[in-house]
């Protein structure tokens, strides 16, 4: 599991705090190489709309770019994500028939994806602040350990941006 003071948590959180939401497709490219996958997306939660707002992305297949800008909670893995304030996860997307992930998905080529909640601390409660998604082209079950990287990237993400 990732550290707190990890140098690469460090570098996401300097990179966002210089550069702040412009950043964000950089700080995506570093924790996609961290997990070895090549799509992902950050999406913020729009307290005015109440939607889920893409922010950043690598790999979205233009076909499938305008169904994610902005994304309802509760519709497809982000917005499950959101719901739940839990990781998503789908072990094979081209395969998948759980009905987590909309059908459109299957256009990135990706197999295993997941979508994590972002929370920052709010008093004594976390609060959502968006969804951290990365996928990868081969099958995968995301572990206790990875899920908790994701959430330390999602918390900096939050922190540095909210």
Do not use: W
Request: some cysteine.
């Amino acid at each position: 599991m990732i550290a707190k003071n990890d140098p690469t948590l460090q570098k996401v959180d300097s990179l966002l705090k210089q550069g702040g939401e412009n950043a964000l497709p950089e700080a995506l490219d570093i924790i996609l190489e961290h997990f070895g996958c090549v799509t992902g997306t950050v999406h913020i939660l729009n307290c005015v709309s109440g939607l889920l707002d893409l922010k950043a992305q690598r790999g979205i297949p233009d076909s499938i770019i305008e169904p994610v800008r902005a994304i309802p909670i509760g519709k497809g893995m982000a917005g499950l994500a959101a719901k739940r304030h839990a990781a998503v996860q789908v072990c094979n997307l081209q395969t998948d028939e759980s009905g987590k992930a909309r059908p459109a998905a299957k256009d990135t080529k990706m197999e295993g994806c997941i979508a994590a909640p972002m929370f920052f601390q709010s008093g004594p409660y976390d609060e959502l602040f968006g969804i951290l998604g990365v996928a990868m082209p081969s099958a995968h079950d995301y572990s206790e350990e990875e899920i908790a990287d994701l959430d330390n990237f999602g918390r900096v993400i939050a922190t540095a941006l909210g």
